[in-house]
């Protein structure tokens, strides 16, 4: 393990709009380095909150035409710092996006590509509907790195109810787990910690989760709390409900304390049963 750093997470407000959401996490990724952040996290959604599905998809861009990738990137080199932007949306095809988060190097290249896995389609009790898989093509690989400090694995928000993915992610070598979000409100008071500190129990990893907050176009509401946690599931910080960054000291060697303490990732057992019922696929944008 590699010496300590400092990681921040910002936590946005973005609009429905790409070059003002691009300018505002600018300045708060400026901060973030200007208070001495080593690792930078955006939350999932930088490039726009766009409610509505047709002008979504006629706001997004292909990679090659994205304006946030060449910004967050000349900005990454700039600074010297490693910077997750957590997704930007990436137009496939005339119907269809992808959600995917783009990791920098501190000299600005793109170290990591990875397209969302698990789709958020469903209904809230108090009238809320998301169907993510009418525009989004879900991604099929999971996503690890090597920083200066441990290797990282990448996730997006609705992956984080999907524990199993966390574990592979920790028994292929990852100490660090993103999971940029845009969590509702009544999904984050009731699970959003819970969640994460569980994620980061369950594999003694560190948890970054940057995330949305606020109020956004058509009152779409996303709950904020963006949280750093310790392998041992302590919350080391929480963003509240505000835009702002948040920060914590990471000690990697944290990490193979916690997994000597309680070494679970070694301890998987092969087992029969349940018989599982059928399951109809999910039929994602593009299939």
Known sequence: MSQTFKVACIQLNAARDIAPNIATASVLIR??????????????????????????LEKARPESEHPGIPAFGALAAELGVWLLIGSLQ??????????RSFLFDDKGRVAARYDKIHMFDVDLKAGESYRESATFRPGDRAVTAETPWGVVGLTVCYDVRFAHLYRALAQAG??????????????????????????A???????????????????????????????????????????????????????????????????????TGPELPAIEPLRAAGE
């Not at 993103?178 to 994620?199: D, E, N, S």
């Open 31 to 56: 901060e973030a380095k200007a208070k001495g952040a080593q690792f930078i996290l955006t939350p999932e959604n930088t490039g726009m909150i766009e409610p509505k599905r047709p002008m979504m």
């Open 90 to 99: 990436i137009k496939l095809d005339a119907t269809t996006c992808a959600n």
């Open 174 to 199: 990852a100490c660090f787990l993103t999971v940029p979000a845009a969590f509702t409100v009544p999904t984050g008071k009731a699970h959003w910690h819970t969640l994460l500190r569980a994620r």
């Open 201 to 271: 129990i369950e594999t003694g990893s560190y948890v970054f989760a940057p995330a949305q907050c606020g109020e956004h176009a058509e009152g779409r509401k996303t709950y904020g709390h963006s949280l750093i946690v310790s392998p041992w599931g302590e919350v080391l910080a929480d963003g509240g409900e505000e835009p702002g960054v948040i920060y914590a000291d990471v000690d990697p060697a944290k990490v193979g304390e916690v997994r000597a303490m309680i070494p679970a990732l070694r301890h998987d057992r092969k087992f």
